[in-house]
Each structure stands twice: as structure tokens, then as C-alpha cells.
């Protein structure tokens, strides 16, 4: 495997030295305005307890902490380099008592149950070891009421997304009704889409 394959691969399950520069990578450019503009959908939502799974280089966490300054966040993800940037991107906020860093994967969550209020997942759900199972996973963990927000860079039809998905092991991209039809599956209601203006970005949100 060439070393721009090696290098991509990393997204998936960040490792080693290529890993610690894939997950600072995470950390800047594309992914910021994406989570962001996910994150604008959340509107005036006022969340106490939130789980960012899959959180890689942790860029979202600290966001979330500062958006939400009355909240505490859990981020989980399954690869110690990601659990190793996020913890220390956010070791303030872990002194404070407001973020716990674990390692964990989505599709056997050991967190306690109806406990958040919201759950976010940016760019994560590609490598997931199947959507109903997981999703199964977040409907456990969320509170009654609570939210769950996927944020994507690919809508499942987009050429570079497509690309993405031919040489990254494991990688499935996914159309928002795609998403609809697993979160509406494993139980959740008032599940709704968002498509970029511009770009092939989505957002989709369910309540539990
Ligand atoms: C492309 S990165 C996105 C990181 C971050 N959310 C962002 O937007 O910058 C995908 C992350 O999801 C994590 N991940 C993939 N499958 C997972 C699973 N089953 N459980 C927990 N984390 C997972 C990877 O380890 C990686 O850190």
C-alpha cells in the first residue's frame, strides 16, 4: 500500500505516526466548517450532558464545551491516539470536571443509560460496524427527549465521497434517507435532513 493509501486509511481507526498527523489534520481545514455548520442545526437546543462518539483529534469536544458552557461532555472513540489528542486538546475542561475522555466503540457502548442529552457523531458513522446496530447503541445512552446528530461531508452520491469509499477499508457512505430509515428503525421519532446550499454536506437529527 502506497503511502497516500497508508496515510487516508488513518481515518478510520487512527494509529502510530501517521495516525497523531491524520487526527491533527482532523483538527483543522474542511472538518471545522462542516461541524460547524452541523452544529448550527442544534439552534437554541441547551443541552446538559452530551457524547461526542467518534470524536478523533477532539476539535469538536472543545467546540461543544464552548458553545454549551453549562454542559459536560463524554467523548468516546476506539482508537488510543484519538482517546491520547482529545485528552490532551481538552485538558482544561477534563480539570474542571467538564469533559471525560474513554475509550470505547459505538457498537457496544458501556456508558450509562438514558443519561444525554445530546449525542453528535461528525464524520464517523462511514466506519461503523453496521447503521441499525449502533444506532441501537445511541438510543440506549440518550435520555428520553434527547437528540442525536449525524453531520457528514458526503451525502452517499457525491463523486469525492464515492471515491473515499473505493480505497478506505470498511468505508460506506450513506444518503440522508439512508440514515432516516436506521434511526426510524431502532426507534427514533421526529427524524429530519438537511442538505448544504452548495456543497454535498448533511446533517440529520432524530429525538428519542
Ligand atoms: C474521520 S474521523 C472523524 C473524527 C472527528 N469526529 C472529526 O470530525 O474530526 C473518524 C473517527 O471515528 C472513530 N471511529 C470509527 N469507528 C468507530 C467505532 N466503531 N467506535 C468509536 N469510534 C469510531 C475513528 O477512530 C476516528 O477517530
Redesign the pocket.
Known amino acids: 500500500m502506497g503511502l497516500f493509501l497508508k496515510f487516508i486509511n488513518q481515518?478510520?481507526?487512527?494509529k502510530g505516526f501517521l495516525g497523531k498527523m491524520m487526527?491533527n489534520r482532523?483538527?483543522g481545514g474542511g472538518?471545522v466548517k462542516l461541524?460547524n455548520w452541523g452544529m448550527m442545526h442544534l439552534k437554541s437546543y441547551a443541552p446538559n450532558d452530551i457524547l461526542e462518539?467518534?470524536?478523533?483529534?477532539g476539535?469538536?469536544v472543545r467546540e461543544l464545551l464552548r458553545r454549551y458552557p453549562a454542559s459536560t461532555v463524554t467523548a468516546?472513540?476506539?482508537?488510543e491516539v484519538?482517546v491520547e489528542q482529545t485528552t490532551k486538546l481538552n485538558a482544561d475542561a477534563i480539570k474542571e470536571g467538564r469533559c471525560t475522555v474513554e475509550k470505547?466503540?459505538?457498537?457496544n457502548l458501556t456508558l450509562p443509560e438514558d443519561k444525554y442529552d445530546l449525542a453528535t457523531a461528525?464524520?464517523?458513522i462511514y466506519?461503523?460496524?453496521g447503521l441499525d446496530k449502533c444506532f441501537e447503541q445511541v438510543v440506549k445512552v440518550l435520555k428520553p427527549g434527547g437528540i442525536f446528530m449525524v453531520v457528514n461531508e458526503s451525502d452517499g452520491m457525491d463523486e469525492e465521497g464515492l471515491k473515499f469509499e473505493k480505497i478506505i477499508d470498511g468505508m460506506k457512505c450513506y444518503t440522508a434517507e439512508d440514515i432516516k430509515t436506521a434511526m426510524k428503525n431502532v426507534g427514533f421519532s421526529k427524524v429530519k435532513s438537511v442538505h448544504h446550499k452548495s456543497k454535498p454536506w448533511i446533517t440529520v437529527l432524530a429525538k428519542k
Do not use: L, Q
Not at 53 to 57: A, E, L, M, R, Y
Not at 76 to 79: A, K, N, Q, T, V
Open positions: 481515518t478510520r481507526k487512527p487526527v482532523m483538527n472538518h461541524a462518539i467518534g470524536c478523533g483529534g476539535r469538536n468516546i472513540d476506539y482508537s484519538s470505547g466503540d459505538v457498537s461528525f464524520e464517523t466506519f461503523w460496524p
